[in-house]
């Protein structure tokens, strides 16, 4: 049962280009987060924001920029994308109340860089 | 550094046999989840744990956060549990990020 969507599934782009992901949870959750997966299958945080306010920021190119609307959606803006761009971004919801933090994933979005 | 190392990073089960996954941390981890990643990609949540053990099915899981590590054990394992098993840790640093490890790549062989 999906309760965290993204979109789109996949993209291919061309090097410079901007590109858009959207996430969006109805668990109804206060912390979001995104994460990269690169061709090793490492995955490492890259932003987190509780109730629209980001509290992890993990060291990433500045072309990167998280936008949180309401505590639901997390989009994830790149611009000018660069190959090594190219893996897949997750992105995850948890609470941060109720003494129980775990974190549930959407399917992801690959993204490649020509 | 790493502060999250897991093992082994491959490991093939025949059917029906079973085999532990390992985690070790670095400093004092708040909590740790276990994932399985399919072939699909997606992540499933498998445990979450902030002490003790868990069992579910054919998996079994424990956190020691005092030894800092935690285990994730499959018995009776079927070709349905091939894929790779992430543990993640949660530190005490109040931001809850969350630390992967590198994975477990499991292949089960009839």
């Known amino acids: 049962e999906t309760a965290v969507f993204q979109t789109p599934n996949y993209h291919v782009t061309q090097v410079g280009n901007e590109v858009s992901f959207n996430c969006k949870q109805t668990l109804g959750h206060d912390t979001m987060y995104w994460y990269k997966q690169d061709s090793k299958k490492l995955l490492k945080i890259m932003f987190s924001y509780n109730n629209k306010q980001l509290i992890v920021n993990e060291t990433v190119p500045r072309r990167f920029s998280p936008q949180s609307s309401d505590k639901a959606h997390l989009n994830l803006r790149i611009k000018s994308v660069e190959p090594e761009d190219s893996a897949v971004y997750l992105c995850a919801s948890s609470s941060r109340t109720g003494g129980s933090y775990e974190q549930y994933f959407g399917p992801g979005t690959r993204l490649t860089v020509l | 550094g790493d502060q999250v190392e897991q093992s082994p990073s491959a490991l093939s089960l025949h059917e029906g046999t079973g085999s532990a996954l390992r985690c070790n941390f670095t400093?004092?981890?708040?909590?740790v989840q276990w994932f399985q990643q399919n072939s699909r990609g997606s992540l499933i949540n498998l445990f979450y744990?902030?002490?003790g053990t868990k069992e579910n099915g054919r998996l079994k899981s424990t956190f020691n956060s005092k030894e800092s590590y935690s285990t994730l054990h499959i018995r009776d394992a079927q070709l349905e549990d091939s894929g790779t098993y992430f543990c993640a840790a949660d530190g005490n640093t109040g931001n809850y990020k969350y630390v992967f490890g590198a994975g477990t790549r499991l292949k089960v062989i009839a």
């Open positions: 400093t004092t981890m708040r909590a």
């Open positions: 744990l902030a002490s």
